[in-house]
């Protein structure tokens, strides 16, 4: 880099403090800095990181240093952030990065170098160059090559002093900012910034002083914590207290009602009411006025740009190629924004709403999908699942395609009766929404996620079930991959999901025809949800099983049960809990079962025939726990090669009567002796014969030498061999 003589020299630098200083005394330190050259203002970021330590950063960013000592007092650990004013641009150069420092080379030798200026180096390997411009630049590199990053008037870096990952911020060249190059400042991104001279136009679906917004406004002053798309993580303005920084938080409680989409007038009022009480000690109204005013007035955003609760409307009037399309390509861009490595690893754990861990409650939200056969009460499940929840603080909305009355005047009722609970202690925890939105509509998605986001506003519902995904997805084709593509993020389920903050989706679905069988549909589903819930009910026993299948990022494979009310009554669901798994001794002692039962039955096959009735019966005084499908599809009848359960082909007692080459079972010449308790009971036989059961033929035995000609031999299951 060159040497330039054309560096402000308006006043001398200081020097900086010693290593050993703390993070107030750099604190101070880059103030001093700010102050003279005019390059940034100070604010506290996260101990150890690089993002801001509290919302409003920009208001609270100061120069002065009784304000600054204050900070630090407050806060001893924070990182030094340091908020880029209008006239000043850092260039980022990640020199660590692979490639990065060739690119500034092949740069600097067709442009020039870049000027010597305030340089310093970053804990990764990194530099920051600190420039004056003659434009107004915003974030961003511009046309600049891949050798880093730019930071103008609105955007932050980390100062001197700083630490990250055990590494110390440093000053490398202490010197006045030096201009940037006017053909280099050419390249870069200049800052749009809103007009304030003209009319406050609010940001696109934002309706100014909306009553939702108005309220949620409301309860972020008095110190409610609500989760919002402006708080999404509950919090509340803070107190403004005398001779800790009282002046900037109250200027960001503005610049925050502004954000908010509400009027000067409409928000001084309610911020005096509801905020000014709790600050130490209460401001006169007109000193607070003037501050408050004066940080709405500053608010860098366009009005109401984090309005909790927004109007569809307008989308359906937008006409592509709008002055506003610019705005929203920019929001689009900003939602990709993601955290840095080592701050998501760093993240909260995933919570929950049930003691199993199965319906997650944490802000990235999540989509579930449960799925049963037809009467595998999968509702009252989800009923059941819901009303635990609520009892945790969870509000819930109900989406209702099919069977709503049932719901509203049995099923709930009944499900509240059996908690002791009434249907009223429910209001303003439970809407039951009387249809299910059209999943290929975006139309008809947009209203739906507009009655979510105002059934509780300012609050929005942290549960929403969808009953069914038949009855919601539209035109969409089952077995079709738009069908699957409904659940993901970035389809229409996904939407409502992250419209509403991160809330648990629950779609209901049904499974195939053929028991034991997958989602309904196309198989994409199960990758394309968070979790995936299959329901099976055993009406007789009055017993639900939940199967867990899937729970992205946790624990899953393991089974819930449930109870059920009586047939003579409404079906309620109570959660009895996990089932814990059997060992593996007594897994390993039903296979042996299983295995034997099939011996003896290919024993008999030979020249006798079988009804499914002896055989159950055999089966049941054998502790073989085959269906009559199984029986019928493993014993008497060959099916595909694909459904044999490995277990069967590498069990001990019947690999000599399996040809791995040709896949296909040996009728066996010489079987072992079947145990005497096996043969049929005289009573047992004569109950046989009585019912008079439907037979089916079997092949004659072949002898020992050939092997089975038929196609798929003489058991082939269908399907691995489960208890039922």
């Not at 995933?350 to 449960?370: I, Q, R, S």
């Amino acid at each position: 880099m060159e040497t330039s003589n054309t560096a402000v020299e308006t006043q001398a630098l200081p020097a900086a403090p010693a290593a050993e200083a703390s993070l107030a005394e750099w604190a101070l330190w880059n103030a001093e800095i700010g102050r003279i050259t005019g390059a940034w203002r100070v604010f506290p970021c996260v101990p150890g990181g690089k993002r801001p330590l509290h919302t409003g950063w920009q208001d609270e960013a100061a120069s002065d240093p009784k304000n600054v000592a204050t900070m630090w007092q407050n806060e001893p650990a924070a990182n030094v952030g340091l908020a880029i004013q209008p006239g000043f641009v850092v260039i980022d150069g990640d020199l660590y990065k692979p490639g990065a420092e060739a690119a500034l080379v092949a740069f600097e030798a067709e442009h020039g170098e870049l000027p010597r200026t305030f340089e310093q180096n970053t804990p990764s390997g990194g530099i920051h160059l600190l420039y004056t411009t003659t434009k107004t630049l915003g974030n961003g590199k511009g046309s600049l090559p891949n050798f880093g990053d730019v930071r103008g008037a609105g955007g932050l870096i980390v100062g001197p002093g700083s630490i990250f990952n055990g590494k110390c911020y440093t000053v490398e060249n202490l010197a006045q900012p030096a201009p940037l190059p006017t053909h280099i400042e050419a390249m870069l991104v200049e800052r749009v910034t809103r007009d304030r001279s003209k009319p406050d136009a609010p940001a696109r679906f934002v309706v100014v002083d909306d009553p939702h917004n108005v309220q949620a406004f409301t309860d972020w002053c008095a110190g409610k914590s609500v989760r919002t798309i402006a708080t999404p993580n509950g919090e509340v303005a803070e107190p403004c207290v005398e001779n800790q920084g009282g002046n900037n938080k109250l200027a960001a409680t503005g610049a925050m009602a502004h954000d908010y989409g509400l009027s000067d007038y409409i928000a001084l009022k309610a911020a005096l009411q509801f905020h000014n009480p709790r600050c130490e000690p209460p401001w006169d109204a007109d000193v607070y006025e003037k501050h408050f005013l004066s940080g709405y007035r500053s608010a860098e955003g366009q009005l109401g740009c984090r309005a909790p609760s927004q109007n569809f409307r307008s989308l359906f009037t937008a006409q592509s190629g709008s002055p506003q399309a610019a705005t929203d390509l920019d929001a689009r861009i900003a939602s990709f924004a993601g955290g840095e490595p080592d701050e998501d690893e760093h993240q909260p754990e995933m919570e929950f709403w049930d003691a199993e861990k199965t319906m997650p409650h944490f802000k990235d939200g999540a989509v579930a999908e449960y799925y049963g056969a037809f009467g595998a009460m999968k509702t009252t499940v989800v009923i059941a699942d819901c009303l635990d929840a609520i009892a945790k603080g969870a509000r819930v909305i109900f989406g209702a395609g099919e069977g709503r009355y049932g719901i509203g005047k049995k099923r709930l009722p009944a499900a509240c009766a059996a908690r002791g609970i009434t249907t009223a202690s429910l209001r303003g925890k439970w809407k039951t929404a009387k249809r299910v939105p059209v999943l290929t509509d975006q139309f008809d998605v947009g209203a739906f996620i507009t009655y979510c986001q105002q059934a509780f506003a300012p609050a929005v519902p942290d549960i929403v079930t969808i009953d069914t995904l038949a009855t919601a997805s539209g035109s969409a084709e089952e077995n079709s991959d738009a069908f699957s593509k409904l659940l993901t993020s970035n389809g229409a389920v996904g939407r409502i999901k992250n419209a509403l903050c991160g809330s648990l989706i629950i779609v209901l679905h049904h499974s195939g025809k053929t028991e034991g069988k997958s989602a309904r549909g196309h198989s994409g589903q199960g990758g394309n949800v968070d979790v995936l819930k299959q329901i099976t009910a055993d009406k007789d026993a009055r017993t639900i099983k939940v199967h867990v299948e899937k729970m992205r990022d946790a624990e899953d494979n393991f089974d819930i049960a449930y109870q059920v009310t009586p047939a003579s009554q409404v079906p309620v669901a109570a959660k009895i809990g996990r089932v814990s798994p059997a060992s593996p001794a007594a897994a390993a002692a039903e296979r042996d079962i299983h295995a034997r039962f099939i011996l003896a039955a290919l024993r008999h096959v030979a020249g006798k025939k079988w009804s499914l009735n002896s055989l159950a019966v055999e089966a049941k005084h054998t502790g073989c726990t085959l269906s009559l499908t199984q029986l019928r599809q493993g014993v008497l009848g060959p099916v595909q090669r694909s459904g044999v359960p490995g277990w069967a082909t590498t069990h001990p007692a019947l690999i000599p009567y399996y040809d791995k080459a040709a896949e296909q079972w040996i009728t066996p010449g010489q079987l072992p002796a079947v145990d005497p308790e096996w043969e049929l009971r005289e009573d047992e036989k004569a109950k046989v014969k009585s019912e008079a059961p439907v037979t089916a033929e079997m092949p004659s035995a072949p002898t020992p030498s050939r092997r089975v000609k038929k196609a798929g031999g003489l058991f082939k299951p269908a399907g691995e061999l489960k208890s039922v």
